[in-house]
């Protein structure tokens, strides 16, 4: 992943996150498509499962910005991390 990837308009240098996330549904009664999204269900009586992919600093930037340790507006791309994990509400 690079800068380039997600344009929002935000300044890669100051503290951001953007997540995307993306939902499914239509899957309930089918063995593979449940046993590959039903643990990341999020409505069990509409059957919506979602995953989410989450760009931000990494855990040790985030905590060194709280702390004084890093500057805000000072980040390069490499104090950033992808995440990607289900079920997020």
């Known amino acids: ?3 380039h990837d997600i344009h929002s308009g935000l300044s890669i240098s100051n ?25 990341w269900e999020v409505d069990d009586e509409k059957h919506i499962a979602r995953l989410n992919y989450r760009f931000r600093p990494r855990q040790s930037v ?8 890093i500057q805000d507006g ?9 995440g990607i994990d289900g079920r997020w509400q």
């Open 62 to 69: 985030r905590e060194a910005i709280e702390v004084g340790e």
């Open 15 to 39: 503290a951001n996150q953007i997540v995307i996330s993306v939902e499914y549904s239509d899957y309930f009664d089918k063995v593979q498509e449940t046993a590959l999204v039903g643990c």
């Open 1 to 3: 992943m690079n800068e």
């Open 74 to 82: 000072s980040l390069t791309i490499e104090d950033y991390q992808l």
